[in-house]
């Protein structure tokens, strides 16, 4: 004897028989646990029905009408046994079908507004944070500036075993006629490595007060002038040098530099005709007696371009 779901032979004392199909099943194979199954009496064994014909004794019973119920159509009896379960079981199933699709659309629903709610609440926290990052980052830039304020930054100057910069400095002061700065008035003066390999290391020179850094800067502007713009040669500070050109600025924060170097870009692109820095402030003068313009930081530059962007692809020339 086999039981009728699973096929395996099964004992008698551990199987149920159906009352109506006389179908033989292992109790657990009908979902009995061993538990209430020994609980089980035995008129309650030999009226047990299994769930096939349950399911047809529930339908029969809703479909069954009263006895003699029938209705004509078109000379067939029909009788409603064999419509009514059928339309039943169709808009039972519509009906839950109807509410499981609406469940799952408030469910949907749902979660996108949680989802967006949550996005928009991250993209709030993250709007905060960079607010803080470029607040932090603009006061580390500031702390920066204020220890280079009264530095200058030299470049081209060859470099030499064993050689004096802070005489080498002197020596360009005398040149460019900023002679009379005493050997005090030059606190530090070395070379600083850079991200470049090729070319000498640029000297650093910080000056006693920003008042001599600028006094510096103007004699250099000078001499270039009387030298029909000409830079500044090697070959002036030491007759071993090659005659290669000498460079000196504001000692400038990586951040303002390269604001620097983007003004610059642009200044060509639209044709300013002047662009310089005093006290590590970006300035731009279309030409000679034009407007001067403060460029502080990159939102000043797009306004910059902004008002000359019209301008743009015209031949540029700047200088410093």
């Known amino acids: 004897m086999e039981c009728i779901i699973c096929s395996d032979g099964l004992n008698p004392e551990d199987s149920l028989r159906c009352s109506v199909c006389a179908s033989v099943h292992h109790y657990f194979c009908v979902g009995q646990g061993l538990k209430n199954f020994k609980k089980m009496s035995q008129e309650t064994k030999a009226n047990w029905k299994c769930a096939t014909c349950k399911e047809k004794m529930k339908v029969k019973n809703i479909a069954s009408p009263p006895l003699g119920s029938t209705f004509t159509a078109g000379n067939e009896n029909v009788h409603h046994s064999t419509i009514l379960p059928e339309a039943l079981t169709k808009d039972y199933l519509d009906t839950k079908f109807n509410q499981l699709e609406s469940k799952m659309f408030e469910m949907v629903e749902n979660l996108k507004k949680d989802f967006k709610t949550r996005m928009d609440a ?17 006061r580390l830039d500031d702390l920066e500036n204020r220890s280079r304020i009264s530095n200058i930054e ?43 390999a090729e070319g000498p ?22 001499y270039k002038a009387e030298n029909n713009f000409a830079p500044l040669k090697a070959s002036e500070i030491h007759q071993t040098f090659k005659d290669v050109p000498i460079s000196m600025f504001e000692h400038l924060t990586a951040k303002r530099k390269f604001l620097l170097s983007e003004t610059r ?9 002047y662009v310089w820095t005093r006290d590590a402030v970006i ?9 001067v313009r403060k460029v502080s930081n990159p939102k000043q530059l797009e306004e910059l371009k902004n008002v000359f962007k019209y301008k743009v692809g015209g031949a540029a020339s700047s200088n410093a």
């Open 201 to 222: 290391k640029p000297i650093i020179v910080h000056l006693k007060s920003r008042w001599l850094k600028n006094k510096w800067l103007a004699a250099h502007k000078k």
């Open 283 to 291: 300035f731009v003068r279309e030409a000679e007696h034009a407007k």
């Open 265 to 273: 870009a642009f200044a060509k692109q639209a044709n300013l005709k």
């Open 122 to 138: 991250m993209e709030t926290k993250l709007a905060e944070k960079d607010t803080i990052i470029e607040d932090l980052e603009s």
């Open 154 to 196: 030299i470049r081209g100057v060859p470099e030499t075993k064993h050689e004096e910069v802070k005489a080498l400095v002197q020596r360009i002061g005398v040149v460019i006629g900023c002679g009379d700065i005493q050997e005090d008035d030059i606190q530090v003066a070395h070379r600083v490595v850079t991200k470049r």
